[in-house]
């Protein structure tokens, strides 16, 4: 059995504007037109209304995109506690505008990233995170900004 990659067969735009225009159908605010939406993107699909994608966003691959999380529904099973209804939390994610999502990235209930933002690849990202921050680890943690580093790219002549 042979598998077919979409991404593969489809120059990186069109995915992009594919993948803008099925968000928006299925509810997610996607601002404009994102720079760069890789194929192998996973978005929650509890509810895209609570997604929001700002104008000229990249989010690279391998990146999760979470609106819920049903962990402690689960866990409570444990000590015999069942919730009806269950406990989910759900929350609204934001990137925003120009930010970047590196590879690997979880983006959890509840983030905001702010615009022009970088998150390095493989982050956690949790809770708002100001404007032009640089994000890195697990959990995420800021640790300059993109003035300050572009600065030194330029200091060494990059």
Same mark, same amino acid.
Not at 12 to 24: E, I, K, M, S
Not at 31 to 48: C, H, M, Q, R, V
Not at 61 to 78: C, F, I, P, Y
Not at 105 to 125: E, H, L, N
């Given at each position: 059995m042979t598998t077919i990659r979409v991404g593969w067969l489809?120059?990186?735009?069109?995915?992009?504007?594919?993948?803008?225009?099925?968000?928006?159908?299925e509810g997610?605010?996607?601002?404009?037109?994102?720079?760069?939406?890789?194929?192998?993107?996973?978005?929650?699909?509890?509810?895209?209304s609570l997604i929001t994608l700002g104008d000229g966003c990249t989010i690279s691959?391998?990146?999760?995109?979470?609106?819920?999380?049903?962990?402690?529904?689960?866990?409570?099973?444990?000590?015999?506690i069942r919730f009806n209804p269950p406990k989910i939390r759900t929350g609204a994610v934001k990137i925003g505008r120009h930010a970047f999502v590196g590879t690997g990235?979880?983006?959890?209930?509840?983030?905001?990233? @702010? !615009? *022009? #933002?970088? =998150? @390095? !690849? *493989? #982050?956690? =990202?949790r809770g708002m995170i100001p404007p032009l921050s640089i994000v890195v680890g697990n959990p995420g943690k800021v640790i300059g900004s993109v003035s300050e580093y572009l600065d030194k790219l330029s200091a060494r002549g990059e």
């Open positions: 489809i120059k990186p735009g069109l995915v992009t504007r594919l993948y803008a225009w099925y968000l928006r159908s997610a605010c996607v601002e404009g037109t994102p720079n760069y939406l890789s194929a192998k993107i996973w978005f929650d699909g509890t509810d895209y691959s391998n990146v999760r995109v979470l609106t819920h999380d049903a962990a402690v529904n689960t866990a409570a099973k444990e000590l015999g990235s979880i983006i959890m209930p509840g983030a905001d990233i @702010g !615009a *022009g #933002s970088i =998150v @390095g !690849a *493989g #982050s956690v =990202v």
